[in-house]
């Protein structure tokens, strides 16, 4: 059986593809009308005609050049608060590994969050319902379907990890930078194809090539969406990588609780356990065994 760790590690290896369509729901390629991009610098037309920069996203200068300590901070300050439902699309191309290719969905409430992840490949399909019991956790693996309460499950940024994507993914790096509006809303698009590797990247030991990668960022530093993809290259195999996240119902998302969480409150008796790490007992099974499954765990770094 494999560990929880071995879960965490897989899911936040990130990369992802070179463009994204979103719509007023969020959904990736929800929306197919036409945005225009224009430059980030309007003219005074009663001055010398010189242009000037518009205000910009904390992080993101002028020349294209983006702090991403700065702009990821900015972003999880503009979430602190508020709801939403992120979801994310990792893609290595190794679906023989575990967590080599996934999607993950998490909705995130005031005072309860639930994350959903199917994985291709080896590794378990896994489902996490938080509330202020503990975290209540489905795996379902082959023909085996686990369930496990947890007293310490982690919080939702471990699980929606997009400040780390952006640390991952836009820091030294050069954008081209123009403004759009979509429903209303102003965003700027930071885009680059086959420019300078991320620093995170280049300073990896896997030999990373046509990187490219597409940000939509709010005035206030919120990255609504981000995709990115590359090839990396070991032991010369060649391998794509594409990754994508998308923001949607901000403000506006109230996760439900699943319908095996009061069964497994009821058969269970949590015992304290790590952030992120399964609880050795206290497991509930449909049967009333028990078993420990592998959890959904939040990760600290991304594999390039």
Do not use: K
Not at 38 to 62: E, F, K, R, Y
Not at 92 to 118: I, K, L, P, Y
Not at 188 to 201: E, K, N, S, V
Not at 237 to 260: A, I, K, M, N
Request: aromatic share 8%; hydrophobic share 30%.
């Amino acid at each position: 059986m494999r560990t929880g760790a071995v879960i965490v590690a897989a899911l936040v290896v990130l990369s992802g593809c070179s463009a994204v369509s979103f719509g007023s729901d969020g959904q990736p390629g929800a929306s197919t009308d036409t945005v225009t991009p224009v430059p980030i610098t309007d003219t005074d037309a009663g001055a010398t005609g010189t242009a000037t920069p518009v205000d910009l996203p904390p992080g993101v200068s002028a020349d294209g050049s983006v702090d991403a300590v700065e702009l990821s901070r900015a972003h999880e300050a503009f979430l602190e608060n508020r709801t939403y439902t992120w979801f994310v699309d990792y893609d290595t191309g190794e679906e023989d590994f575990v967590g080599g290719v996934f999607t993950r969905r998490a909705v995130v409430g005031n005072e309860s969050f639930f994350v959903q992840q199917v994985s291709l490949g080896p590794g378990a399909n896994t489902s996490l319902y938080v509330n202020e019991s503990g975290g209540f956790l489905r795996a379902v693996e082959g023909n085996e379907t686990r369930y496990e309460m947890l007293r310490i499950p982690g919080q939702q940024d471990e699980y929606a990890f997009a400040g780390d994507a952006i640390l991952r993914f836009l820091d030294g790096t050069q954008f081209d930078v123009t403004t759009v509006e979509r429903g209303g809303q102003a965003y700027y698009r930071l885009h680059t194809a086959d420019g300078p590797i991320p620093q995170t990247l280049a300073s990896s030991s896997v030999d990373v090539r046509n990187y490219s990668a597409t940000a939509y960022v709010t005035p206030e530093g919120f990255v609504r969406s981000l995709t990115a993809e590359y090839d990396r290259v070991v032991r010369d195999t060649q391998t794509h990588v594409s990754f994508r996240y998308d923001y949607s119902g901000v403000g506006e998302s109230t996760p439900e609780p699943p319908t095996w969480v009061d069964d497994v409150q009821r058969r269970s008796t949590p015992e304290p356990a790590q952030p992120g790490t399964p609880a050795q007992n206290g497991t509930a099974t449909p049967d009333g065994s028990t078993s420990t499954p592998e959890a959904p765990t939040p990760t600290d770094e991304l594999d390039g």
